[in-house]
Structures are given as structure tokens and as C-alpha cells.
């Protein structure tokens, strides 16, 4: 089942985009996004994907668990990114290491999808609140990259500038003040209006990912080298992160929620990386963080390694 997840997942067009951008730099091919374009679909997704988070909790009836599950999944989102950070700087650059860290301390949509299919081919389901942990994971992760990247790369303006206004300016950057405001929105608009746009969040949504994976792939085609430069490192930390983030989460989830489902999702989230809001992000707040470096430790390492690999072990320590 573990291979017919890979190959289906591998096969999944988005991925197929990406790698098709990758090809098309390196037959010399003209094919580009044009940059505004390419902005409105980061944006869109940045969008929906709050949105649908905010859909999602506003039909979960809240409870004690739920909100002790998603305050879990926020402090992960902050921690994660936090202590990866400063293992990265030992090798990248500034720009680099945080926005890998941000990528890892967040999440990654097809991942989540395929931790669902996974449960289920066990004959185990998850809460629809997961949904709007996933969602509300993205937001604190890029803040955290965001306010490391400029108080460490600020050089000699560092210690000029407080905390407090970064951490406030990164709340107001446009990409997080997207996700969070979808979010709330979500939330609290009227369902039958909200039906209304739903074509638009969610029918649209796997298109213009493809769009935006085309672009990513070509983004990363020019700069492919760069990844390889960085040798074993890179492929190293894109597995045993994932992993040791993915064990622990399985194991210390029993003091949050007692459901397999919840807590294996909690350790799936921890474990994966985000290719969609973080790569849209960066894109806008960070654009000298190199996606080429990034994206394959998402898309090549990580995705095949949580769902050939560690979505057993994750379900095997909970289970």
C-alpha cells in the first residue's frame, strides 16, 4: 500500500508540473510564468487555504481538545522552525536557513492528504478540525523564519532594531496578513455566502497549484546546482528532521488528544514540509532565499520519505 501511495502521489499532476519546469530549463525552453501572474497565483493559494481552514473550524463544535489540539499545532509551527534555524546557519546562508526552517516548521497540503488516504486504508479516520490546525500551522512558522531572517541578517542594524517591531511587522507582511485574515474570515463569514466563492477556493485550487508548482519547478531548474552544492547536508537534515519532528510528535500527542487519528495527523503535520504557502511567501517577503534548494528538500526528500517510510513508523509508535 506504502508503494501504491508513492507512485500515486508521484504521479499526482501538481508534482508533474514541477518537475516539467525543471525540464524546461534544462532543454533551454522559453516557457515562463510572467512575475505577475505568478504573485496573483502565490497569493490565491496563500488565500484558499486559510479560507478553508477557517470553514473548517467555524463547523467543528470547539471543546477542550480541540483547543489544546490546535494550540499544540501552533506551538509546534514555533519550534520547529526555531530550533532547525540555528542547524541550518552552520551551513546556509541566512536567507536560506530560514526559510528552509520556515518550511519545515510548517506544512504541506498533499502530505496531509495523503496521511488521510493512509488512516483510512487502516480503517481509522481523523477530526475535521485537523484541517484548521493544518491552516493555522502555516502563519506562525513563516513569522518565526520571517523574524529570524532579519534579526540575524540585519547586520549592523540589528541591534537598532526591537523584537516587538519585527514580530509586528511580519504579522503585517502581506503573504502572513493573507493567510491569517482568510482564516478569520472563513470563520466567521455566512455559510450560504461563503458556498458562493467555494467554486473558487476549492475547485480552482488544484489548478492553479499546478501553475504555481510549473513556476516553482522552473525557478528551481535555474538554480538546481545550487542544491547539489550543499552535498549531504541538505539530503541528510531533509530526512532525519522530518523524522526525529514526526517520532516525537506521535509520542508526546497522547497528552493532547487520546485519538489514533488526531494524534497521527499531529505527528504528519510535524513531520512534512510546506511547498505551497511557504514557497509563496518566501517568494514575496524573502526574495533572496533560493527556492532551488528548498523545494527539492521538500518535494524530493521529505514527501517520499514521510509517506514510504515515516507514516508507518508514526502509526506504529501511536498505534
Known amino acids: 500500500m506504502n508503494f501504491n501511495l508513492l507512485i500515486e502521489n508521484l504521479t499526482n499532476p501538481a508534482l508533474l508540473f514541477f518537475v516539467l519546469g525543471i525540464i524546461a530549463v534544462k532543454l533551454k525552453s522559453d516557457l515562463e510564468i510572467p512575475p505577475n501572474s505568478s504573485k496573483f497565483i502565490s497569493l490565491y493559494l496563500l488565500f484558499s487555504i486559510g479560507f478553508k481552514g477557517g470553514q473548517e473550524l467555524a463547523h467543528s463544535h470547539f471543546s477542550t481538545e480541540i483547543i489544546w489540539t490546535i494550540l499544540f499545532g501552533m506551538f509546534l509551527a514555533f519550534i ?14 541566512i536567507e536560506n536557513a530560514g526559510a528552509i526552517a520556515a ?23 481523523s477530526d475535521g478540525h485537523m484541517v484548521a490546525v493544518m491552516a493555522l500551522m502555516e502563519a506562525p512558522a513563516i513569522i518565526v523564519g520571517v523574524v529570524l531572517i532579519r534579526v540575524f541578517g540585519n547586520g549592523s542594524k540589528k541591534s537598532e532594531t526591537k523584537l516587538s517591531s519585527l514580530v509586528g511587522h511580519s504579522f503585517t507582511n502581506g503573504s502572513v496578513l493573507l493567510i491569517l485574515g482568510s482564516l478569520i474570515i472563513g470563520l466567521i463569514a455566512n455559510e450560504k455566502a461563503a458556498e458562493g466563492i467555494k467554486p473558487f477556493t476549492n475547485d480552482l485550487f488544484k489548478g492553479f497549484l499546478a501553475i504555481f508548482l510549473l513556476d516553482m519547478g522552473i525557478i528551481s531548474g535555474r538554480k538546481l546546482n545550487d542544491f547539489f552544492k550543499n552535498g549531504w547536508f541538505t539530503a541528510l537534515f531533509a530526512i532525519l528532521i522530518p523524522l526525529i519532528n514526526g517520532c516525537l510528535v506521535a509520542y508526546t500527542s497522547q497528552f493532547i488528544t487520546p485519538e489514533v487519528g488526531n494524534r497521527f495527523m499531529l505527528a504528519v503535520l510535524a513531520a512534512s514540509a510546506s511547498y505551497i504557502a511557504v514557497p509563496a511567501a518566501m517568494k514575496i517577503a524573502v526574495p533572496d532565499a533560493n527556492p532551488s534548494i528548498y ?11 514521510n509517506i514510504t517510510i515515516g507514516m508507518p513508523i508514526y502509526l506504529s509508535i501511536i498505534w
Open 103 to 125: 518550511a519545515y516548521g510548517s506544512v504541506s497540503a498533499v502530505t496531509f492528504v495523503t496521511g488521510i488516504a493512509f488512516l483510512e486504508s487502516h480503517k481509522l479516520t
Open 295 to 305: 523545494l527539492p528538500m521538500a518535494l524530493a526528500v521529505t514527501f517520499p520519505f
Open 80 to 93: 520547529i522552525p526555531f530550533y532547525t534555524f540555528f542547524i541550518l546557519k552552520r551551513k546556509l546562508s
